[in-house]
């Protein structure tokens, strides 16, 4: 059956000569693959540019039922992004973005909320100016939501952040897997940050660094399966 939807370019493999496998999230049916023939010798009707990690696409796919892979007719860029591809500090947020979401999302059903939310915040990041230091942690924390594992409880100053339970906590009962109280006040903040106030936040780059590191094992606990995130070390070095 030809069926059309919305899709973000997560990741592509390729396959024997000139062939892609582009792993897509869609809007209608969440985590998909699609072959792709001809693109690396760009003789096929997609080029190696519309698949770039989270392009925003629209597609036509003959959708076959319990199919491991589907066939791709058509797919157009929508909108073409303008700049995250083409600035290094961007692009290197990009990779780090696409890398989590083909870790954890997975699920081959629709998730309409989460398909907005990763939408939504690509095209803002390529319409940032420059101020984009702050955004692998918004994302790393507000994609909590959608994965089932969003920080719980209040902060006040006699408070931290717990990451084996996923909860702000007294001091009193600090451990190990307690962020410091620096980070749990920054994380507090992002929590309660919209995107529009995001570049409004200023802290140290070695308190950003170091909570990076610190959410991306909060998801190693909760929400990455074994799996292993590499490109967090380019991103810091980018960042830094």
């Given at each position: 059956m030809l069926t059309k939807t919305r899709g973000i370019v997560v990741r592509n493999v390729n396959f024997k000569d000139n062939s892609v496998i582009c792993h897509i999230y869609t809007?209608?049916?969440?985590?998909?693959?699609?072959?792709?023939?001809?693109?690396?010798n760009q003789k096929g009707n997609v080029r190696p540019s519309h698949i770039m990690p989270l392009n925003?696409?629209?597609?036509?796919?003959?959708?076959?039922?319990?199919?491991?892979?589907?066939?791709?007719?058509?797919?157009r860029c929508n909108p073409v992004l303008q700049t995250v591809h083409f600035n290094i500090f961007k692009n290197s947020v990009a990779l780090f973005m696409a890398e989590i979401i083909n870790a954890t999302v997975t699920e081959e059903e629709q998730n309409v909320d989460l398909f907005h939310f990763l939408e939504q915040f690509i095209q803002m990041l390529d319409y940032?100016?420059?101020?984009?230091?702050?955004?692998p942690i918004y994302f790393l924390v507000h994609l909590t939501r959608y994965l089932g594992f969003y920080p719980k409880g209040q902060y006040n100053e006699n408070q931290v952040f717990n990451l084996n339970e996923g909860l702000?906590?007294?001091?009193?009962?600090?451990?190990?897997?307690?962020?410091?109280?620096?980070?749990?006040?920054?994380?507090?903040?992002?929590?309660?940050?919209?995107?529009?106030?995001?570049?409004?936040?200023?802290?140290?780059r070695i308190i950003r660094a170091n909570l990076l590191d610190q959410l991306l094992y909060y998801y190693e606990i909760h929400g990455l399966h074994g799996r292993k995130i590499k490109s967090h070390k380019v991103l810091r070095e980018v960042l830094s």
């Open positions: 809007e209608d049916f969440g985590s998909q693959q699609f072959m792709l023939h001809g693109v690396r925003l696409v629209d597609l036509v796919f003959y959708k076959k039922e319990n199919a491991g892979i589907q066939q791709i007719k058509e797919l940032e100016s420059d101020k984009i230091g702050n955004y702000f906590i007294d001091q009193a009962y600090e451990h190990i897997n307690c962020l410091s109280p620096e980070m749990s006040k920054t994380l507090w903040q992002m929590l309660h940050t919209t995107t529009e106030h995001l570049t409004d936040i200023h802290f140290p």
